[in-house]
């Protein structure tokens, strides 16, 4: 089945640093790739998203490119700040896969912090 | 902007209690969600619905049921609480699209603590 493996936390990087967070992907269909920040006590909100093959989201910073080839939607911004700390979840949707309508299928995200 | 609104934040109940978790969404998205978020494990679907009066399981039905009476509202029912299902739910909306698969937006979630 469907599937998303993303690395695991925690992450912690000093302010102004490059950030990846890798996201590698299984589907049997073509799916929609979907990067979505948690901030502590909150609900989630999406951060990015591409819908086919060599499609880049972007976002306050944050980018991520649909890449079909090594099955992978890795997360990178240039610069963290300090309120970039939060838990980053990597998500895919296939509206073709077993009936699904579109549910998403998440990675179990990554801790991110940030220290001035 | 879409706004999908749970109706409590946190939620202390007793074992053996009927909980009513209650969701509404209001852009008329066709598909809800509801996850519960745990430690460890990540975002885990429990129940979706694609129109009203349908659902389907996800992952982990057990112990739940969900109600859709309305296009707006999606309801959880967790129908004997018990101390396993303390965790934090959440429940998401969606477009439905035959040809992509659009984002879901979600509610601010619901931290429920059964003792």
């Known amino acids: 089945g469907d599937s998303v493996t993303q690395m695991e936390g925690p992450v912690t990087l000093s302010e102004e640093a490059f950030l990846t967070i890798n996201c590698t992907y299984t589907?049997?269909?073509?799916?929609?790739l979907f990067w979505y920040v948690q901030y502590p006590g909150e609900g989630l909100q999406l951060l990015l998203k591409?819908?086919?093959?060599?499609d880049k989201g972007s976002n306050k910073g944050f980018e991520a490119t649909y890449r079909k080839e090594t099955t992978s939607f890795h997360l990178e911004k240039g610069s963290v700040q300090v309120s970039d700390s939060a838990v980053y979840f990597c998500a895919l949707s296939d509206p073709n896969y077993g009936g699904s309508q579109g549910n998403l299928i998440f990675g179990k995200g990554t801790k991110l912090s940030v220290k001035p | 902007d879409v706004k999908v609104t749970q109706s409590s934040r946190y939620l202390v109940k007793r074992t053996g209690e009927k909980v009513f978790l209650e969701c509404v969404q209001d852009?008329?998205?066709?598909?809800m969600f509801w996850y519960r978020q745990d430690p460890g494990l990540g975002l885990r679907l429990i129940y979706f619905?694609?129109?009203?009066?349908?659902?389907e399981k996800g992952d982990i039905p057990e112990g739940y049921s969900v109600s859709r009476e309305k296009k707006e509202r999606f309801s959880l029912i967790l129908e004997s609480a018990s101390t396993n299902q303390t965790s934090m739910y959440l429940c998401?909306?969606?477009?439905?699209?035959?040809?992509?698969?659009?984002?879901?937006?979600f509610g601010q979630g619901t931290r429920l603590t059964v003792v």
């Open positions: 589907a049997t269909g073509y799916p929609s």
């Open positions: 591409a819908t086919k093959a060599d």
């Open positions: 998401a909306s969606s477009v439905l699209r035959s040809e992509y698969a659009t984002e879901a937006f």
């Open positions: 619905s694609y129109d009203v009066k349908m659902k």
């Open positions: 852009m008329d998205h066709e598909n």
